[in-house]
């Protein structure tokens, strides 16, 4: 008996390890539902391993792959509406990505509404998805559907709200945040900060008791917030909260977003004033007069009409930045910004003594109005940015964003010690201490950025400029082209190795390498050294920190540049097969559509495994050299199982 078990072990032993290895935290279950004569609700859920998470279908470029509903023929439709979220998926500051992305954990469901031409039998496509934990990201994932338009209609429950709803949460908690300090710093405005003993000194008048102050104190601080609130709920009525979601990655709003905000920025330096009408001013002090309730109201919409020179960029700004949050973002963002407005106004109401402890009014208002106009103009090209990411338009790079930030902050920091004056600063004799400070401090924040031009990631501002890759030099200045590399040119006198060596590009850490596993086979015999294959992925972070923590070692570096052919292949690489390329994967069952489908079935079926960065070791007959790496952070370990490599096909 234990013979026979010991057998059928050895026997299940291949299929134990493939199953194993080869990941899939992600299920999902489709449905369609017939809503009326040719219309159908197309349905697919996903249920999501813990501490996996799936991304959504709208993300921004340069990031993961966006969940996606492909259709094999799109001609059968009369029309299709746009995928519904179910839940909306919560918006996250990915630390892997450094960029602030939309996903689910747990479940997620999506939906489409398709109107198919009459006499369609059947619906086909697939739906592509991308996986990732707080580690690792898989290849990008590919499921068949059919749907048969014969079959009896199924309904599929909408699923419940997950992890997502409280990552939404996180995310409306930081608005609020910043929408908070927003309102703390239009306290400090030339506009608004006079306004706290007007408006002190008119309750004082006007209340017979020191109740009635508290009482009146309270309304009017209760409608600061109410007006602020109803400016937000207006912004969501207007677009939708799920449309501003969609709107976030909208190439044309993100223009919008730039212009609105270099405008804002321009009138906080000085050049105009955004005002509103006199006579709305006039009409809504008069209301004042009146008192008690009505008074309050009438207070507070006048603190919002005639402080909207001050505060109107900074409110405009935080409703841009919440409307790219989407969801109710820019109604949370409101109540932050009018919660801090209030509460000065409000407690200085309740509490009169206090106000000889404000310092005075002057010239140091209008500078706070500078410094938020030269931030407002920063922030401005992130958006710019996010519009030339879309369009892939190459117009703002990496280093040209840069070099901008670093022009914005440089002329901050010389304006905040004196060098440079704005059309209404006053004369500044000395300069406080605190400025002082905040202006070594941005001299040394723009100073800090000045590597970043030549390539240095420049961690503490990541979320902001493009990507690395998206730069005139990905790999940072300083690198010899691949055509003048001795490696490269060693063997060009052979017609054959010649043509396979136009084929190389350069890599990480200026290696030269392959993006085809049978060309860099061939010329790893041709030029007989074993062959480095690297199965890598565009959005995969862990191989980005290899490549540079590990790969930039001296030792490692000339290992793999002296020792080894290299070939990376990308499984997430989106490019489409030619359809005589197109097969139907023997060990997993589905289609091969793309060249990293392509690259990923490989690895499957011939390691077993589908993560990345995976690292495997060849001789010239594509035999294992040794045992394959994953990700290995330790220098040394990683230089040793190289040098292995080399010391066993030697032998």
């Not at 804002?264 to 009146?290: H, M, R």
């Not at 407690?347 to 938020?372: C, D, I, R």
């Not at 490989?602 to 790496?629: C, G, H, M, T, W």
Request: net charge negative.
């Amino acid at each position: 008996m234990k013979t026979k078990l010991a057998l059928l072990m050895l026997l299940l032993m291949p299929f134990t390890v493939l199953f194993s290895q080869i990941e899939q935290p992600v299920k999902w279950t489709v449905s369609k539902e017939k809503l009326s004569e040719n219309t159908y609700e197309l349905t697919f859920s996903a249920t999501i391993e813990q501490n996996w998470h799936l991304y959504s279908v709208h993300l921004p470029e340069g990031g993961p792959i966006a969940t996606s509903v492909n259709f094999s023929d799109a001609s059968i439709f009369e029309s299709t509406e746009d995928i519904v979220e179910v839940p909306v998926p919560g918006k996250h500051f990915d630390s892997s990505f450094q960029m602030e992305l939309a996903y689910w954990s747990n479940e997620a469901t999506i939906k489409q509404v398709v109107t198919v031409k009459p006499g369609t039998e059947s619906i086909e496509g697939y739906v592509e998805f991308m996986a990732c934990d707080d580690e690792r990201c898989l290849p990008p994932d590919q499921i068949d559907f059919n749907f048969s338009l014969k079959e009896k209609p199924v309904v599929v429950k909408e699923s419940k709200t997950t992890d997502a709803a409280s990552g939404e949460n996180k995310s409306y908690w930081s608005i609020f945040a910043l929408a908070f300090i927003g309102g703390l710093a239009a306290l400090l405005t030339p506009c608004v900060f006079p306004m706290i003993p007007m408006t002190v000194s008119f309750f004082t008048k006007q209340s017979t008791n020191k109740l009635v102050g508290i009482k009146n104190a309270i309304q009017y601080g209760i409608f600061i917030i109410l007006i602020y609130v109803v400016l937000g709920w207006l912004v969501v009525l207007l677009f939708g909260a799920d449309a501003l979601n969609a709107l976030s990655t909208n190439h044309w709003f993100n223009l919008f977003f730039f212009i609105l905000l270099v405008v804002f920025a321009i009138s906080f330096l000085g050049a105009f004033e955004i005002v509103l009408p006199t006579s709305w001013v006039n009409k809504a002090d008069a209301g004042a007069d009146k008192g008690g309730l009505i008074g309050s109201f009438f207070m507070a919409l006048t603190l919002a009409l005639v402080s909207f020179s001050c505060t109107g960029p900074i409110v405009g700004s935080l409703l841009v930045t919440a409307a790219s949050e989407g969801g109710m973002a820019p109604l949370v963002g409101m109540f932050g910004f009018s919660l801090a407005l209030a509460l000065p106004f409000s407690l200085f109401a309740m509490f009169p003594g206090y106000l000889n402890s404000l310092p005075k009014s002057g010239g140091w208002l209008n500078s706070v109005k500078v410094v938020l106009g030269f931030l407002e103009l920063a922030l401005a090209f992130k958006f710019l940015s996010n519009a030339d990411l879309v369009l892939d338009l190459h117009l703002l790079e990496r280093e040209v964003y840069i070099a901008i930030w670093i022009a914005i902050f440089g002329a901050l920091g010389f304006y905040l010690l004196g060098k440079l004056r704005l059309p209404h600063d006053s004369p500044l004799e000395f300069l406080s201490v605190p400025r002082l400070l905040l202006g070594l401090l941005v001299l040394s924040f723009t100073i800090y950025m000045i590597p970043g031009l030549w390539g240095a990631p420049l961690k503490l501002i990541s979320a902001f400029p493009p990507p690395l890759e998206y730069s005139e030099s990905p790999q940072g200045v300083g690198y010899k082209s691949l055509h003048s590399s001795s490696y490269v040119m060693q063997q060009s006198s052979n017609k054959d190795i010649a043509m396979l060596e136009q084929k190389m590009e350069v890599g990480p850490q200026g290696l030269s390498v392959f993006h085809d596993y049978d060309d860099a086979l061939a010329y790893a015999k041709a030029v007989n050294k074993p062959l480095f294959i690297d199965f890598t992925g565009k959005a995969c972070v862990n191989c980005r920190q290899m490549e540079i923590n590990v790969w930039s070692d001296p030792e490692v570096n000339s290992l793999m540049r002296n020792e080894y052919v290299v070939v990376a292949l990308y499984v997430d690489y989106r490019k489409k097969l030619a359809e005589d390329e197109q097969y139907v994967s023997e060990t997993t069952g589905k289609k091969i559509r793309t060249v990293g489908n392509k690259w990923s079935d490989f690895q499957i079926s011939r390691y077993k495994i589908n993560s990345q960065p995976y690292y495997v070791l060849v001789d010239n007959e594509e035999n294992e050299l040794n045992a394959p790496k994953a990700y290995e952070p330790n220098i040394k370990a990683y230089s040793e199982w190289l040098q292995k490599g080399v010391d066993n096909y030697k032998k």
